[in-house]
């Protein structure tokens, strides 16, 4: 089984490979939770040139994405609202 891409990115960061985290966390891009991580290397220049814009971006997108999260009604397995 291949893990998805956002949870290659993770481990990559732990391996401290940069370079492959971004690009796999960048490859997840749909997967809102990637966002903070990308956000993060950015912030600390690790796999790219520090860019405060960018960092600032990549956070105000994730937090979005978290806040749609919270904000859907709760649904049953089947997808029918609760």
Partial sequence: ????????GVLAVQRRAFDEAREQLKVAGSDDRALL??????????GEPTDPVKVSQLYEQ??????NV?????????GDAV
């Fill in 1 to 8: 089984m291949r893990l998805p891409a956002y949870a290659r």
């Fill in 37 to 46: 991580p990308l956000g993060q290397l950015a912030s600390n220049g690790q």
């Fill in 62 to 67: 994730g937090a979005q994405g978290a806040s």
């Fill in 70 to 78: 919270v904000n859907q009604p709760p649904t049953m397995a089947d």
